[in-house]
């Protein structure tokens, strides 16, 4: 099946930085979306963005599909950023949709 | 994008014994998929469920170990059966977007399971 390579692991910042988080993918994907995974579990959508760049205020994603490779920035960070950050693709296999798979994700820990 | 909401948002289990866990969605939606995120994991695919036919299992899920019912498009549960501590994670079920993102996958908060 497809791999999903998310970097760094963990990220230990201080209020105020700018962030890049790394999604690496092993096979041409239809599907590619980023969520935040707050302390209390709850997924939150970010971004669907299977190619090219969206930004939605401090964040912005940009998706390589040729190069496999998708990136989350998150700028001016604040600690309400903590938290997991997932990525997760979908390969059509022909049988229609399915589920996703997701990439181990980066903690990231935002400090006041 | 339809509302998702689970029932129950946490449950303590004895080992043995099995839970339901429903997903309710607020509109009509063709795709929902069920996933298990283990205590500080990241999520897997449980299966696919489809209304009006056999749920998809992902390998190494069964059918008699997470039985799923899909009776109509905007409903369906998870059975966790005969836990173990093992089973202790969140469990998470999710739509297949629709309207203008057909392709874009949401969340309900989570079940989160401890077994005993």
């Known amino acids: 099946g497809i791999q999903v390579e998310q970097s760094p692991p963990d990220l230990i910042l201080q209020e105020g930085a700018n962030s890049t988080l790394r999604c690496n993918f092993s096979d041409s994907v239809n599907n590619l979306q980023w969520f935040h995974q707050n302390p209390w579990g709850q997924l939150i959508n970010l971004f669907y963005i299977p190619s090219g760049t969206k930004q939605n205020g401090r964040l912005s994603a940009t998706t390589v599909a040729t190069e496999r490779y998708s990136l989350l920035y998150i700028s001016s960070s604040q600690t309400t950023d903590s938290g997991v950050y997932f990525c997760?693709?979908?390969?059509?296999?022909?049988?229609?949709?399915?589920?996703?798979?997701f990439g181990k994700g980066t903690h990231l820990i935002i400090q006041p | 994008s339809a509302v998702i909401s689970q029932k129950p948002s946490r449950d303590i289990c004895q080992r043995g014994t099995s839970l339901t866990i429903q997903c309710q969605v607020d509109?009509?939606?063709?795709?929902m998929f069920w996933y298990r995120q283990q205590p500080g994991q990241s999520l897997t695919l449980i299966a696919t469920?489809?209304?009006?036919?056999?749920?998809?299992?992902e390998s190494g899920f069964v059918i008699d170990k997470f039985p799923i019912s899909r009776p109509n498009l905007t409903f369906s549960t998870l059975t966790v059966s005969n836990m173990s501590p093992e089973d202790s994670s969140i469990y998470l079920c999710?739509?297949?977007?629709?309207?203008?993102?057909?392709?874009?996958?949401?969340f309900g908060p989570g079940t989160r399971l401890t077994v005993l």
């Open positions: 469920a489809n209304q009006g036919s056999e749920a998809t299992y």
């Open positions: 999710s739509h297949g977007g629709s309207g203008q993102a057909p392709d874009t996958q949401y």
């Open positions: 997760a693709v979908h390969m059509y296999s022909g049988g229609g949709a399915d589920g996703l798979t």
């Open positions: 509109s009509q939606v063709t795709m």
